[in-house]
């Protein structure tokens, strides 16, 4: 089994210079790091916040990276230290070099990050595959993580829709028209325009056709896993979603999760992270004070 890569060389600089570009309208990383894990290198930025609290770290969606938290980072950043990472594995700055079979392996590198960059503590929120990233992590490594913010996550509270699973193969098999990718690209976010004027788009259609993904496909995270998460769990899923059944999806979240609050918010798209930046900033930040608190955490 091989390793995700970019397609040519020519691919990978035009992909670095579109990366680049979208960092740039980030606020400034305090520190740049590339963690060794038993898989690669995993590219970490710290952004620093108004408080020392407990920091958290975004996981972002398929095809993208830390630049898509464009508009989250510095909603956040009013509240708590933010750490972003490159997923490893997906299109960005971090570089596979030992092939990722399933969920364990998925667990191993992101553990060894965290132990990497010595966090006693951290606070999880994914987006989409970054949330199933996140609670794939907290379910086979308890006590690791002290919370998760699952953003309309994938593969964890209902099965992807049929139709996005058939659709999605537009956005990475080449030769396919730009015209076509971006409406797959709109159709996934809910129904907004989709071109290459916003940063995060022109990254996750950059990554799309750039980056060859070679690892598993997720696997659901199993009723079992969910009655035996142990930590407080803040779910928030798009009502328009067409990634999968989210009225579906809160049920069972609600009904299997011993520590969740799990919430349907109707109006928001698969694309919640960007289209309620603040709101989700806001809430998230009083859900992670309320854990802090419980735990005697340091605010």
Do not use: C
């Amino acid at each position: 089994m091989r390793v995700g890569d970019f397609r040519s060389d020519e691919a990978r600089a035009h992909f670095l210079e579109v990366y680049r570009d979208a960092m740039a309208q980030l606020p400034p990383a305090s520190e740049t790091r590339d963690v060794p894990t038993r898989f690669g290198t995993v590219r970490v930025y710290r952004f620093d916040g108004a408080t020392d609290a407990t920091p958290v770290m975004l996981l972002p969606g398929r095809n993208a990276s830390t630049p898509m938290w464009r508009t989250n980072i510095p909603a956040l950043l009013t509240h708590r230290p933010v750490l972003g990472i490159d997923l490893l594995g997906e299109a960005g700055m971090s570089v596979q070099r030992k092939p990722i079979t399933g969920p364990d392996d998925e667990a191993q590198w992101l553990d060894d990050t965290v132990t990497a960059l010595n966090l006693d503590r951290v606070h999880l929120m994914g987006v989409s595959i970054g949330g199933w990233s996140a609670i794939n992590y907290a379910v086979r490594r308890p006590g690791r993580a002290a919370s998760l913010v699952l953003l309309d996550p994938v593969f964890t509270f209902a099965p992807v829709a049929v139709k996005a699973m058939l659709v999605s193969p537009v956005l990475v098999l080449p030769g396919v028209p730009d015209r076509l990718r971006r409406r797959v690209l709109s159709w996934l976010s809910g129904g907004a325009e989709v071109d290459d004027s916003l940063p995060e788009a022109a990254l996750i259609s950059a990554g799309s056709t750039d980056y060859v993904l070679r690892k598993a496909i997720p696997k659901m995270i199993t009723d079992e896993q969910l009655r035996a998460l142990d930590i407080p769990v803040l779910a928030l899923l798009g009502g328009r979603s067409v990634m999968h059944d989210a009225g579906r999806a809160a049920v069972r979240a609600r009904n299997l999760l011993p520590h969740a609050q799990v919430e349907l918010w109707s109006d928001a798209s698969h694309a919640i992270n960007g289209e309620y930046a603040a709101e989700i900033a806001d809430r998230a930040s009083a859900f992670w004070d309320e854990v802090d608190r419980r735990t005697g955490a340091h605010l």
